[in-house]
T-cell receptor, first 115, second 111 residues
Framework: DGGITQSPKYLFRKEGQNVTLSCEQNLNHDAMYWYRQDPGQGLRLIYYSQIVNDFQKGDIAEGYSVSREKKESFPLTVTSAQKNPTAFYLC??????????????FGEGSRLTVL | QQPVQSPQAVILREGEDAVINCSSSKALYSVHWYRQKHGEAPVFLMILLKGGEQKGHDKISASFNEKKQQSSLYLTASQLSYSGTYFCGILFSGGYNKLIFGAGTRLAVHP
């Protein structure tokens, strides 16, 4: 079945450590997105990529980095520069240009807790 | 830039109706509605493009008032399965593929 796979589902990290969240899709979608979800704040856009080897910052990109070397993969690295990284992270994808007319397909999410 | 959703929370009895509103201070190209159940990924409900169209999805429908820069989601004869958090996502005119979500409206439907 086609879909988006995020891993790990749960992750604990010590302060000062970088962690990488994986996001893989087999939907053949060109566009991929990372959102952060905190209680009461909805979904906030971290980074998005419309095509391989290209990505743009969202509203809260500070302290995060991404890469898009393959169409199906869009990993997110939470760096030690991120002041408050504990959150639920959601990866999504859509067909090219289709955030305007098509739906976002979301993964199951990764919950990161900084100890 | 984040759209404003109202109300923040709604409690219903099965069979009752509800309206969730989403408004923006900037010109909109489209409005997207999603529902998220606790611990799960958001699920797409519908998209409304500018032009004032109205769409329906079973007993859930929505409208988009381009001039007022707002959208409303109508839940009719609510069912237990409607419980969850509803998010509107907006795409600004000229905003390319940057979908911005509201803070969400928590809906609880009780028997």
């Amino acid at each position: 079945d086609g879909g988006i796979t995020q891993s790990p589902k749960y992750l604990f990290r010590k302060e000062g450590q970088n962690v990488t969240l994986s996001c893989e899709q087999n939907l053949n979608h060109d566009a991929m997105y990372w959102y952060r979800q905190d209680p009461g704040q909805g979904l906030r856009l971290i980074y998005y990529s419309q095509i391989v080897n290209d990505f743009q910052k969202g509203d809260i990109a500070e302290g995060y980095s991404v890469s898009r070397e393959k169409k199906e993969s869009f990993p997110l690295t939470v760096t030690s520069a991120q002041k408050n990284p504990t959150a639920f992270y959601l990866c999504a994808s859509s067909t090219s240009g289709a955030a305007m007319t098509g739906e976002l397909f979301f993964g199951e999410g990764s919950r990161l807790t900084v100890l | 830039q984040q759209p404003v959703q109202s109300p923040q929370a709604v409690i219903l009895r099965e069979g009752e109706d509800a309206v969730i509103n989403c408004s923006s201070s900037k010109a909109l190209y489209s409005v997207h509605w999603y529902r998220q159940k606790h611990g799960e990924a958001p699920v797409f409900l519908m998209i409304l493009l500018k032009g004032g169209e109205q769409k329906g999805h079973d007993k859930i429908s929505a409208s988009f008032n381009e001039k007022k820069q707002q959208s409303s989601l109508y839940l009719t004869a609510s069912q237990l399965s409607y419980s969850g958090t509803y998010f509107c996502g907006i795409l600004f005119s000229g905003g390319y593929n940057k979908l911005i979500f509201g803070a969400g409206t928590r809906l609880a439907v009780h028997p």
